[in-house]
């Protein structure tokens, strides 16, 4: 069994790391390199004027005072929201360390789960996961008890199945456009040298009884955070994997470039996009605020005040350079969507004094809009303070925070622009 002090580094350390528009107009090149489609972008998009997306709220659910069945205490910027066939809308309160559920309208309806390790009870709830799978039935992955756990959305408690660790850390969890569970799993030596120098980590199904399926991919694993001499140490910015599921082919790139490959259901490439970029400076400006949200973190997942402290001090690192980009996600009428980077330095002071891993502050408001042959589109401006969690169709599902660092969830509607 994993001890709780495993379990509280290694929760800290993870919560640190068909379009419209003219084709015609696209301004860049397709080559053939030995079967493989390489799709080379230029910085003009093939959206005319008029022809950019518009995005309009159609449903808000929360509120900084009122009724205490619309507060939401900490609201993770990633697998926090699951929607169910009939729009019913599930949401994982990381602090309440419970499920909310509303009905498409966003009305209340039930809060499942609490603290605790007893049955359909939740523990450390700062990197969990909630997703929606066929049958309209919650999967939630409670990494604190080390399993996972179903609830149907009446409220029942199905079973629970337990996460081997031993087998692989699961630092990430996604549903699939055919309803499997996909979990990035990676080898961790528990004793003290953590993932080998060339580990690589498995994007892998994982069955609802708890078992392992299919390996779909094999990954570089990422070197954010490492283990040496038994202890943690963070490499921030570092070149970091990043891949995301596209219908049924993967989308997958190391983030100190802007070249994402297109890998098939049998995990050979078919093509690259590649787009121009720069990556901006990390400055001692940027750096303050990360040490100090590191810091909260570790206390709030049980460290002692001292180790924490000293693990900062000695252990953080930075690169010299942001990432080309923080994320990919598949977006409306088969496109993808690249988040840019919003450096920390770019943000007021109050922001970076207060600035909270939770918030997703270094992804920027600013998206990269790809058409379903990786030609680029333009530029989609998501609201401030907006993190996409889920698509349905033409329709977003994530998470806003007002200027209090209040959470709302927010459906955003997508028009075709001209």
Known sequence: MVSRAQIVVLLTCIAVGCAGGGA????????????????????AGAWGQGDAWTLTEVLRIGTAEGEPEYQFGRLLPAGSVAIASDGRIAVLDA???????????????????????????IGIATQSTVLMTPGDTILMVDLGNQRVSLYVMGGTFVRSSPIDLAAGFPFRWELAADGRVVVQLRRLDFAGAGAAADSMDAIAVRRLDGSAGDTLMLVRSGKTVQFTGGLPEWNLFVPEPLWALWGDRILYAV?????????????????????????????????????????????EQGAPPQIATQL?????????????????????????????????????????????????????????????????????LMPPRFQPVEFQGDEIYGIQWDDLDVPYVVKLRVGEGG
Do not use: C
């Open 24 to 43: 015609s107009d696209w301004q860049g090149s397709i080559t053939d390199s030995a079967g493989i489609q390489i799709v080379r972008n230029t910085e």
């Open 255 to 299: 983030n100190d470039n802007y070249r994402i490959g297109v890998y098939g259901p049998g995990g050979a490439v078919d093509r690259f996009i590649e787009m121009p970029f720069t990556r901006a400076p990390v400055t001692e400006t940027d750096q303050a605020p990360l040490k100090r949200a590191l810091h909260k973190a570790m206390l």
């Open 95 to 121: 602090q309440g360390q419970h499920l909310k559920v509303f009905t498409a309208d966003g009305t209340y309806e039930r809060t499942i789960g609490g603290p605790g390790a007893g049955p359909g009870e």
């Open 312 to 380: 900062v001090d000695t252990r953080v690192h930075f690169a010299p350079y942001y990432p080309a980009f923080v994320q990919m996600l598949e977006g409306p009428y088969g496109t993808i969507l690249v988040q840019h980077v919003r450096p920390l330095s770019d943000l007021t002071d109050e922001e970076r004094e207060s600035y909270d891993f939770t918030s997703g502050a270094t992804g920027s408001n600013r998206w990269d809009v790809f058409d379903a042959q990786g030609r680029y589109q333009g530029l989609l």
